[in-house]
């Protein structure tokens, strides 16, 4: 691409015969290199924003990937933590269903214990009966003796 000064220096050879007005042909560079000089600047400019947002765009990709990985470890992170907390609960249930069946067979153990203790009761007391019934019968042979007497 021809830049705003070589265009400015170009130099045309004369010719003698059916020449070009040299002065018109460099007032028409004159403009023509006025143009060209701002549409290069806007272009040099134009490159350099394009350049300037290619950059932006690439640290916005990195920043995104960035973004799309931690959002990746973080639902990997929740879903590790549901887990954990799912087999903790698990176990807990677990140990207090355990727990409560140890519970209730020492329960149903007291249960039975009482229940003899209660039959060993119920026993004794029908022997103290019986004795006392006994005795009682025989005080009473003893006073119709003495009232035969």
Request: proline residues 1%; hydrophobic residues 35%; glycine residues 2%.
């Amino acid at each position: 691409m021809l830049t705003p000064l070589e265009i400015e220096n170009k130099k045309f050879s004369k010719q003698m015969v059916n020449g070009y007005n040299v002065d018109e042909v460099d007032e028409f560079l004159d403009l023509l290199t006025a143009d060209y000089e701002k549409l290069y600047k806007e272009n040099t400019t134009a490159k350099e924003k394009i350049d300037q947002l290619n950059e932006d765009i690439s640290h916005y990709r990195t920043i995104e990937s960035t973004l799309q990985s931690t959002l990746m470890m973080a639902q990997s992170t929740a879903e590790e933590v549901k887990n954990v907390a799912r087999q903790q609960a698990e176990q807990i249930i677990s140990d207090a269903q355990s727990n409560a069946r140890g519970e209730m067979y020492n329960i149903e153990q007291e249960i039975q214990l009482k229940k003899k203790e209660l039959e060993d009761a119920e026993k004794q007391f029908d022997i103290y009966k019986a004795k006392m019934e006994s005795l009682l019968i025989s005080q009473l042979e003893l006073l119709k003796e003495i009232n035969k007497d």
